[in-house]
């Protein structure tokens, strides 16, 4: 292959110069590759020729990489050499656990599903976009089954409401024309992931989003094989191509939600309740009871919601008890830092 076309292949897969930039002077001789499925004993990449296994050192533990991750690699053994520095990482912890579990790195774009009906939920969705602000991934809120209903837009407009700016798309995900709702997040080596309760419409989507391209799903491989002890890995995740060049990420694991190490993403989301905090009288304000809140004051007024303020304050709190004090390096979590 030559080398501009390995370089307009990368580009496709969603290499970019902060990829390239981290390549050190001795490592111009190793291949990036990007992990397609990650299992307890074993890693596999993408390469223009298909998918590739990746040659593991023993001190390498997979729990370690996330699909998603690029990773240098020996052009000839397909050794794994390092994981390059991510932009973003989609963790969580589970209850009583020390360390986050991965699940998908470099995803650009989180799609967070939820249907027309009674699943959708205000406090959920925030939980799912406190969780995408934290990775650093750009949040659109996707209502699914749009079909079901004579008129979505109440939906459209409650979500809309859940975060500055956020972007909110009412679908029918079984319609091919799902794709052509969600192509502005979807093109050239872009990267989605979906997160959502069990039955919104996830795996549809998938489905309608791969199901477009055939050629190049099968250029991730479709890696069907089971592990060592020849049964599937429950824990395993996996890149499909989509049409336009984009990939999407399985994320299984992501399907309830308890928020830890989020401050940064709640922040964020909530950020009409933090901006109004430095016009409190007291610096330490809790907005809960202090005289000259400006917080409280927004509520009397009717431009803050009584619910959402609660809400606000139910996530925070749940963070807090969720988040150890003292947290392992793992990763590199770049967590977009807002100052207000
Ligand atoms: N009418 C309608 N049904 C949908 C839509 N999306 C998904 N479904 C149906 O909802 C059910 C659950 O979908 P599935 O993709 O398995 O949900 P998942 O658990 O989130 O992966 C299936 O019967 C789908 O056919 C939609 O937009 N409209
Ligand atoms: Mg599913
Ligand atoms: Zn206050």
């Not at 991934?137 to 956020?166: C, W, Y």
Request: charged share 20%; with cysteine.
């Amino acid at each position: 292959m030559t080398e501009s076309a390995d370089t307009a292949f990368l580009a496709s897969l969603g290499w970019s110069d902060f990829f390239a930039s981290q390549i050190e002077p001795h490592e111009t001789d190793l291949i990036p590759r990007r992990i397609a499925e990650v299992h307890r004993a074993r890693l596999s990449g993408i390469s223009a020729a298909g998918p590739v296994r990746l040659g593991l050192a023993h001190k390498i533990n997979t729990a370690d990489f996330a699909v998603g991750d690029w990773v240098l690699a020996d052009p000839r053994t397909h050794l794994l050499i390092r994981r390059l520095d991510r932009r973003t990482v989609l963790q969580r912890r589970t209850e009583g656990r020390h360390v986050q579990q991965l699940a998908a790195a470099n995803v650009d774009t989180l799609f967070i599903v939820t249907s027309c009906n009674a699943d959708f939920s205000p406090a959920r969705l925030e939980r799912y976009l406190a969780l995408a602000n934290q990775a650093g991934t750009n949040p659109v809120i996707v209502l699914t089954k749009a079909d079901t209903i004579d008129d979505a837009s109440a939906f459209e407009q409650e979500a809309r409401g859940l975060q500055r700016g956020l972007e909110v798309v009412a679908l029918n995900g079984r319609s091919a024309d799902a794709a052509g709702a969600l192509t502005p997040w979807c093109g050239t080596g872009q990267t989605v992931a979906l997160v959502g309760s069990s039955g919104v419409g996830k795996s549809t989507l998938v489905n309608t989003l791969a199901g477009l391209s055939h050629e190049a799903a099968q250029q991730t491989g479709e890696i069907r094989e089971s592990d060592a002890k020849g049964r599937h890995t429950t824990t395993s995740r996996s890149l499909h191509a989509i049409a336009g060049g984009g990939w999407v990420i399985d994320t299984p694991g992501m399907r309830t939600l308890h928020v830890s190490d989020a401050s940064d993403g709640i922040d964020t989301l909530f950020s009409e309740i933090t901006d109004l905090a430095p016009l409190c009288r007291f610096r330490d304000c809790t907005h809960d009871h202090e005289p000259g809140c400006a917080v409280q004051a927004a509520v009397t007024a009717g431009t803050l919601d009584a619910d959402r303020l609660a809400r606000w304050r139910k996530l925070l709190d749940e963070n807090v008890s969720n988040t150890p004090v003292q947290t392992g390096p793992r990763g590199n979590k770049i967590s977009q830092k807002k100052k207000y």
